[in-house]
């Protein structure tokens, strides 16, 4: 079996990530989902290879003079998030357009996108999941990080050697999550597995970008032994 990926589009929604849940497949098995609010999402902007999306609602009295005016101009109301997504092939857009949870269905796959949960400075043993020392026999290097240098060759410390640091609070994205369920009149969406940061966090939820498309090989051998496409 080969295993390739085909590009698709990346056409997505703005939500905000709502919390975890259980429900239960046609077969009967309970799924662990998260429950995503994506969407309405009004078309702020049509560019070449892009469109610009807003989502959710903002009082004009906390945004700030310029942006207000910016939404103003195309009499659109005020979102407090703007982001970018690739437009879909062979689709016109137009400005004030929304765009909805209808876009997916059960089955799909999609790519989720978040700032991942923010773990403030941890040491090697989180960060890295390093195995740790010695626990017996008088060992005092449980945790610890332990020497990081080197012999006279290379005589330096790597460059992205793991050591303990700030953890989180970064771009992350999950692929190939796929939909379980899409709720039209409360925009929700329900996707199989955990999505990236906390509660009530924004995410985009974008089209799978890799769609996995398994191709069987015919694995005739000459003989015993020969792998295939050898001879």
């Keep these: 079996m080969f295993v390739s990926y085909v590009l698709i589009n990346m056409t997505g929604l703005l939500g905000k990530k709502i919390g975890r849940t259980q429900v239960f497949a046609d077969d009967g098995k ?18 070449e290879k892009s469109i610009q999306l807003g989502f959710d609602m903002a009082k004009e ?9 910016y939404f103003k101009k195309i009499n659109i109301a005020p979102r407090k998030v703007i982001r970018e997504v690739l437009k879909e092939a062979g689709r016109e857009y137009k ?17 989720v996108s978040a700032t991942s949960i923010g773990k403030g400075f941890q040491g090697g043993m989180k960060r890295w999941h390093w195995q740790g020392g010695p626990r017996t026999h008088g060992s005092t ?56 940061g906390y509660k009530n966090c924004y995410v ?25 496409g050898k001879k």
Excluded at 61 to 69: D, E, T
């Design 30 to 47: 309970m799924v662990g989902v998260t429950a995503i609010e994506a969407g309405p999402c009004p078309v702020l902007a049509v560019k």
């Design 61 to 69: 009295s906390r945004v700030k003079k310029p942006i207000l005016g």
């Design 95 to 111: 400005v004030g357009e929304e765009l909805k949870v209808d876009m997916f269905a059960p089955g799909d796959l999609v790519d």
């Design 141 to 196: 290097s449980h945790r610890r990080v332990g020497s990081i240098g080197s012999t006279t060759t290379p005589g330096r410390v790597f460059k992205g050697h793991h050591m303990p640091g700030h953890m989180g609070a970064r771009k992350t994205t999950l692929q190939n999550l796929k939909v379980i369920k899409t709720d039209l009149e409360n925009n929700i969406i329900l996707v199989e597995g955990s999505v990236p």
């Design 204 to 228: 985009i939820v974008r089209k799978a970008v890799k769609v996995r498309v398994k191709k069987a090989v015919s694995t005739k051998a000459t003989s015993k032994g020969t792998k295939p």
